[in-house]
């Protein structure tokens, strides 16, 4: 029997359960979202330009989802609402929430998606580079080891001319929006772990629910309010219902994944999470490749076994010193 009272045989299904539901929800959240990238609609053949407006409409579907959820946690009594930090805690990181992952999205007029990918799972790259250069912090040779591999990686798939299947090839602004991307997740990575530090009792869900509030109201006042985005986004899906059918799903995969990432954290913790979300981006690729005839040259190859290299043997790492710490 395990500690929390599983056999064996349940803890291994339920870990295969959180790994399907998060395979399953973002590979095919991938195939649609670059679907969405590349596709041509209509006998105009037009391109769908507002991909930016993606992480508006995926926010407002995970506020529905969490808050339904949630309402139904706290009224069976599961979620004691004292424990919950304030709904208006996460204003701060639903700004960089919405500004970081709309760069990610733009990024893909630039450069492929299987690129993006790659360039997005680098995260620990600037984190390492600031947490030197600002903070004076120190880290062990294997991490340095690990953010040399990725960085090489990035580099070595980079080299590759840009796609024409893109709208404006521009490799250079593509990755540099996808770093800007990692920058703004660095910071709201951080204000998220500074509410669950002064709320430790406080439910993912909630998290969830309110940060999904935050950049859902963010996303609707730039689109409707300070530009024509929302309107275009109705015009074009009025005029082409195979793209509402894109962002329906691609949305709802969105929301189911999330689900299944905080299940997983909190049931094998963050490590695992971790190490599977890591292998679920290089499965992203592979069936990028597979599934939408993105075919990768062998130094891009070689740039995706390094990167996913040095992301591997930085979460072992992780995992070693968090099994040294528990044994002490």
């Not at 349940?10 to 990238?37: D, K, M, N």
């Not at 997005?120 to 340095?144: F, N, Q």
Request: proline share 2%; aromatic share 12%; hydrophobic share 45%.
């Amino acid at each position: 029997m395990t500690s929390g009272g599983r056999t064996t045989l349940g803890t291994a299904l339920l870990l295969l359960f959180a790994v399907a539901g998060i395979y399953c929800s973002y590979l095919t959240q991938g195939i649609v979202h670059e679907h969405l990238a590349i596709k041509r609609y209509g006998e105009q053949q037009e391109r769908f330009r507002n991909l930016e407006a993606l992480n508006g409409a995926q926010a407002l579907t995970c506020f529905v989802w969490a808050w339904v959820i949630l309402q139904a946690m706290v009224l069976s009594g599961r979620v004691a609402t004292a424990d919950l930090a304030q709904w208006h805690s996460y204003w701060r990181a639903g700004i960089t929430n919405s500004v970081g992952p709309a760069c990610g999205m733009v990024a893909l007029k630039n450069i492929t998606y299987s690129a993006q990918v790659l360039a997005k799972s680098c995260k620990m790259v600037p984190v390492m580079l600031m947490g030197v250069l600002l903070h004076g912090k120190r880290y062990t040779t294997l991490e340095y080891m690990c953010m040399g591999l990725i960085g090489l990686g990035v580099a070595a798939f980079a080299q590759k001319g840009s796609s024409r299947v893109v709208e404006s090839p521009n490799a250079t602004l593509g990755y540099t929006l996808c770093f800007i991307n990692l920058a703004f997740d660095g910071y709201t990575n951080a204000a998220q772990d500074a509410i669950n530090e002064r709320h430790r009792k406080s439910s993912p869900i909630h998290m969830m629910c309110w940060m999904n509030f935050w950049t859902a109201l963010y996303y609707s006042a730039y689109m409707f309010v300070l530009s024509g985005t929302g309107m275009h986004l109705v015009d074009f899906c009025a005029r082409h219902p195979d793209a509402l059918v894109d962002i329906v799903l691609f949305c709802i995969c969105g929301a189911v994944g999330q689900l299944f990432i905080f299940f997983t954290i909190k049931t094998f913790g963050s490590l695992l999470n971790t190490l599977v979300c890591t292998t679920r981006k290089f499965f992203s690729i592979l069936l990028s490749v597979m599934w939408n005839g993105n075919p990768l040259l062998g130094n891009q190859w070689l740039g995706v076994g390094m990167v996913f290299a040095g992301l591997l043997l930085h979460t072992l790492g992780k995992t070693k010193k968090h099994v040294k710490k528990k044994a002490e």
